[in-house]
Structures are given as structure tokens and as C-alpha cells.
């Protein structure tokens, strides 16, 4: 299994950037996909998740900015995030279900 984020870099505060994670070594479509973040200095935390039937979760404080989906034909998860702010510079890891496989993170970095 492999995990490979990209698209991840320095945006100002209300700016934008689209995050990829392209998957290979097992059937991607059979797996809920999630993204994970840490922030400097604090822990993981879960911020969004997408199940086989396409049903998407969020974590509070990027309901509304952010969008996960995904690209069956192309085993990639996608996390669109608008609006940026300074609290959500993290690494972003895309993770697999059951949390088993992670890829090595994409940091994003808000600040003017």
C-alpha cells in the first residue's frame, strides 16, 4: 500500500489549495478515506472522511470550507480547502480505513 499527498505549500488567510493523495497496492474504491492533520506542537487530529458510498464528514471547525472527495478511475483523495486560516497549518496526512496505511503528509502553511 502507498500513500502519496501533494499540493500542499504557503497560502495566505483566506486563501485556497487543493491537496491530492494518490493510492495504489490495494482496491481503492473498497476503502473509506480519510485526511488527518498536525498542527506544530499539538497532536492528530481527524479532519475529514469519505465513505465507499460517498458520504462525507468534517470535523467542526472546517464544515464549509473544506470538501473531501474522490477519483475512483484514478485511486486519488482530494481535500479542497478555502478560506484558509492560520490555525489550519498542520501537516495533512491522507489515511486509510482502518487508520492502517498513512502517507507521509503534505505541510500547509497559512500566514501572511
Given at each position: 500500500v502507498q500513500l502519496m499527498e501533494s499540493g500542499g505549500g504557503l497560502v495566505q488567510p483566506g486563501?485556497?489549495?487543493?491537496?491530492?493523495?494518490?493510492a495504489s497496492g490495494f482496491t481503492f474504491d473498497d476503502y473509506s478515506m480519510s485526511w488527518v492533520r498536525q498542527a506544530p506542537g499539538k497532536g492528530l487530529e481527524w479532519v475529514s472522511s469519505i465513505?465507499?458510498?460517498g458520504m462525507t464528514?468534517?470535523?467542526?471547525?472546517v464544515k464549509g470550507r473544506f470538501t473531501i472527495d474522490c477519483d475512483n478511475a484514478r485511486n486519488t483523495l482530494y481535500l479542497q480547502m478555502n478560506s484558509l486560516k492560520s490555525e489550519d497549518t498542520a501537516v495533512y496526512y491522507c489515511v486509510k480505513d482502518p487508520l492502517d496505511y498513512w502517507g507521509q503528509g503534505t505541510q500547509v502553511t497559512v500566514s501572511s
Open positions: 486563501g485556497s489549495l487543493r491537496l491530492s493523495c494518490a465513505n465507499t458510498g464528514y468534517y470535523e467542526d471547525s
